[in-house]
């Protein structure tokens, strides 16, 4: 079967997107962008909705944050089925979505790391957990300027809540829904950005209390969890990951679509959830 899709927007996690789509299933690929021009494996670009076809197998949303809404709004009938890139809005929203699967991205699920950490909760007595997310931002991207990127500023939805939700989604995942939040966030560091560059939670529910730390200005990545259990302390390395988690992520959402799973993980709903939490 032939999937016909449609990428809104294709930055550089629109075209992971598009190349891991391409290696898995066989597709027949438009894109939406503000300017007409030609990509390799695309067939037509719009660069209006009202232009845009309304018979879409699939419709990934890969814009700025501060655009999924609208985007969703307008494309929402013309499709089955829309893949989202995290967060699903930079704010929460009452928002109508396909009729068909909408999966809102959660790479981080799929990482070997997580998973094996996953486990390890559900068969143990965990008391605690202490999570960090730090990276350098200059250096995320091998070209570019990064104070140019959506990350950098804060009107177009950047920010290390909103761009590192991953981590909330997957502590929520694993851990269960926290109903206590406590956050500190703001711009601490020199990079002349817009956005906040540092952001620490506690997290807590009826089984745990843990902590989150996130920046955009660690000169060391460091992707981790620290799990304090009845008789064990252990360290889950995310960036030791296996896997390629996009490829997996991908071949997920395609048998979501194949199965008409729509209870499948991070739903709307799901997302809607980690994005309050980040916001708390």
């Not at 550089?12 to 891991?20: A, D, E, P, T, V």
């Not at 939670?201 to 089984?207: P, R, V």
């Amino acid at each position: 079967m032939q999937y016909k899709v449609l990428f809104v927007g294709l930055g550089s996690i629109g075209q992971r997107h598009l190349k891991n789509l391409i290696s898995l299933a066989d597709v027949r690929v438009d894109a939406l962008r503000t300017k007409n021009e030609s990509f390799e494996n695309i067939e037509t670009v719009y660069t209006d909705y009202e232009n845009v076809p309304d018979d879409y197998d699939i419709i990934f949303i890969t814009n700025p944050t501060t655009l999924h809404y609208e985007a969703i709004s307008k494309l929402k009938n013309k499709t089955k089925n829309m893949f989202i890139e995290k967060p699903i809005f930079e704010k929460p929203y009452e928002c109508e979505f396909s009729k068909g699967v909408n999966y809102i991205a959660c790479p981080l699920r799929h990482n070997s790391e997580v998973k094996a950490l996953k486990v390890f909760v559900e068969n143990n007595n965990v008391y605690s957990f202490r999570a960090i997310c730090s990276s350098y931002l200059p250096k995320w991207r091998k070209t570019g300027d990064y104070r140019n990127y959506y990350s950098a500023k804060a009107d177009m939805g950047g920010g290390v809540e909103l761009d590192l939700i991953h981590e909330i989604d997957y502590l929520k995942w694993i851990f269960g829904k926290f109903n206590k939040i406590s956050k500190l966030s703001g711009k601490k560091s020199d990079l002349e950005i817009t956005s906040n560059d540092i952001a620490a939670y506690i997290f807590e529910n009826k089984n745990i209390i843990g902590s989150l730390h996130l920046d955009y200005f660690g000169r060391e990545t460091k992707r981790q969890v620290e799990v304090f259990a009845q008789n064990e302390t252990k360290i889950f390395d995310l960036t030791k990951n296996k896997d390629d988690m996009y490829i997996e992520e991908m071949k997920y959402f395609l048998n979501l679509i194949e199965t008409q799973d729509k209870n499948g993980y991070n739903t709307p709903k799901e997302a809607l959830e980690s994005l309050e939490a980040a916001l708390s």
